[in-house]
């Protein structure tokens, strides 16, 4: 019994965890570095990337904002793993442990979904848009880690697990991506489809075990989390489990079977290799596609015939050739 209590003594955080200076340095040190992130997908993709110079203004913030949420996945899906199987005072007691590693998490997530408040409604002023439901996701996630911060006592261990949902963001990032290059027709992208709506499978399968944690210890709960985090996480919680996981899940499932950007309108999506539609070539493949556009009309005159070639701009001799055969009366 002694040795127990040793080892709980030993497990528990930091002092300076519970300075209020330390934990305002790293939620922005968690703002700052996934703003960096932001901003260095930006500047990569403007650098190497041709299907990112021929999105829309809004598609380029959305680009960057998938990327950035498949980075906080990554960390979100390791401590949320750490929660789940090791075995640590977050887990022994699951309504009040706590550790460094857990604190470190909750702090640096609180300054991610910071980011991703200001980020949404920056873009909903900018574009005059607005999605309720992923608005009301970004909200009860960045209250629910501000109450984790402020309610000091609070275990982390549903904290962490409820990063652990983080884990399909990654596979979205990649699916859009490639969907938006064109390749959503590839066995790679149809792979990771099918992993990614296993992920969200799996994100339903998590909020019932969060439940069942919840109905198991809801007198801890109820004795040592004040009201306000209460209602929070169930609001939230409830709101995962029964509209937000199933809707997405059914259009990630969907989209594999008619690969549509559903965050844009249902805009269709270009072919492999193209871009809005077009081919990324040229040459002698442009001459073929020039005369696949052969157009015959029967003009005014019922024996004159009018030969119509739409050439592609920019492609030299074989443009001007075209050209100059466009508007041949025979």
Aim: hydrophobic letters at 45%; charged letters at 15%; a positive charge.
């Amino acid at each position: 019994m002694a040795s127990e209590q040793h080892a709980g003594r030993l497990s528990q955080p930091s002092a300076e965890y519970f300075l209020w200076d330390y934990r305002l340095q790293l939620i922005g040190l968690g703002f700052g570095f996934y703003t960096a992130v932001f901003l260095f997908c930006h500047l990569l993709s403007v650098s190497l990337c041709r299907t990112y110079k021929s999105l829309l203004a809004k598609e380029k913030v959305f680009w960057n904002l998938a990327a950035t949420r498949a980075v906080f996945g990554i960390q979100s899906t390791v401590a949320g793993l750490r929660a789940l199987t090791e075995d640590s005072s977050v887990t022994r007691d699951k309504v009040r442990g706590q550790e460094d590693w857990s604190w470190f998490n909750v702090l640096t997530a609180t300054g991610f979904f910071a980011f991703e408040n200001v980020a949404l409604h920056a873009s909903s002023v900018v574009f005059w848009s607005f999605d309720l439901p992923l608005a009301t996701h970004h909200f009860f996630a960045l209250s629910g880690y501000v109450g984790a911060v402020v309610w000091d006592s609070l275990g982390h261990f549903l904290p962490m697990v409820t990063l652990l949902l983080e884990m399909s963001t990654p596979f979205t990032c990649i699916s859009w991506m490639l969907l938006k290059a064109g390749w959503a027709r590839t066995l790679f992208w149809k792979a990771n489809q099918w992993v990614m709506i296993h992920m969200f499978h799996c994100r339903m399968v998590l909020t019932y075990y969060m439940w069942w944690v919840t109905l198991t210890h809801r007198v801890d709960l109820w004795t040592h989390v004040p009201l306000p985090q209460l209602i929070l996480f169930f609001t939230g919680l409830a709101l995962l489990t029964l509209i937000i996981n199933p809707i997405w899940t059914h259009k990630k499932t969907m989209q594999l079977l008619n690969p549509v950007d559903w965050n844009f309108g249902n805009k269709a999506i270009p072919r492999n290799g193209t871009t809005d539609g077009q081919p990324e070539a040229s040459g002698l493949w442009y001459y073929c596609r020039g005369f696949s556009r052969l157009r015959i009309g029967l003009c005014g005159s019922p024996c004159t015939q009018v030969l119509s070639i739409q050439p592609r701009v920019g492609d030299g001799a074989i443009s001007h050739l075209l050209t100059s055969v466009a508007n041949i009366h025979f």
